[in-house]
């Protein structure tokens, strides 16, 4: 089974950083490789699929990057509305398919 | 407007059995791939069952096999799981969400599964 892990657990930032959370696979999926927004009480949202494809609607401050192992998921200028956590999801081996356990990023 | 409503969760005994359902709108229901994602309290998803646009072929994560069945009613838009032989560890909310190609694209509200006596 391909796990996967993300870094950092908990993010502390102000409104304006440049943050940055990593997602390693313990094997390589290629660019199967999606990230999702989640806050609380709500399901998760798709912001970005195929490694570095933005899902229509989502804003340009989300980039995403990588192959093989290892991928960043970039928020150029850290929004109000961006404070939420964020899994990242291969689909390399679908339709099975793993989750990171999630990066919360909080308010410095 | 793509919708997917469950139903059907609720608090049920160790050993015990429950059906969800996945009400779908707003897309052809009988094309695309469907799937239960799971998430316990304070945890990240975890992905739970598939099933194809026919409903032949089914996939399940190992922790539910022989426990869990996924089925679909493409004449009803609609998507279930039955679960048995229910364990504390299978308490979470368990989403219903639809799959484009390889990617999962939507995700419905989510319904409460509590296992405990």
């Known amino acids: 089974d391909i796990q996967m892990t993300q870094s950092p657990s908990t993010l502390s930032a102000s409104v304006g950083d440049r943050v940055t959370i990593t997602c390693r696979a313990s094997?390589?999926?290629?660019?199967?490789l999606a990230w999702y927004q989640q806050k609380p009480g709500t399901a998760p949202k798709l912001l970005i699929y195929?490694?570095?494809s933005l899902e229509s609607g989502v804003p340009s401050r989300f980039s995403g990057s990588g192959s093989g192992t290892e991928f960043t998921l970039t928020i150029s200028s850290l929004q109000p509305d961006d404070f939420a956590t964020y899994y990242c999801?291969?689909?390399?081996?679908?339709?099975?398919?793993?989750f990171g356990q999630g990066t919360k990023v909080e308010v410095k | 407007e793509v919708q997917l409503v469950e139903s059907g969760g609720g608090l049920v005994q160790p050993g015990g059995s429950l059906r969800l359902s996945c009400a779908a709108s707003?897309?052809?229901?009988?094309?695309?791939?469907m799937n239960w994602i799971r998430q316990a309290p304070g945890k990240g998803p975890e992905w739970v069952s598939y099933?194809?646009?026919?409903?032949?072929?089914?996939y399940n994560v190992d922790s539910v096999k022989g426990r869990f069945t996924i089925s679909r009613d493409n004449a009803k838009n609609s998507l279930y799981l039955q679960m048995n032989s229910l364990r504390a560890e299978d308490t979470a909310v368990y989403y219903c969400?639809?799959?484009?190609?390889?990617?999962?694209?939507?995700w419905g509200q989510g319904t409460l599964v509590t296992v405990s006596s």
């Open positions: 969400a639809r799959d484009s190609g390889r990617l999962t694209d939507y």
């Open positions: 707003g897309f052809t229901f009988n094309t695309y791939e």
């Open positions: 099933i194809s646009s026919s409903g032949y072929s089914m």
């Open positions: 094997q390589s999926i290629s660019s199967w």
């Open positions: 195929k490694a570095s």
């Open positions: 999801q291969q689909y390399d081996s679908y339709p099975l398919r793993a």
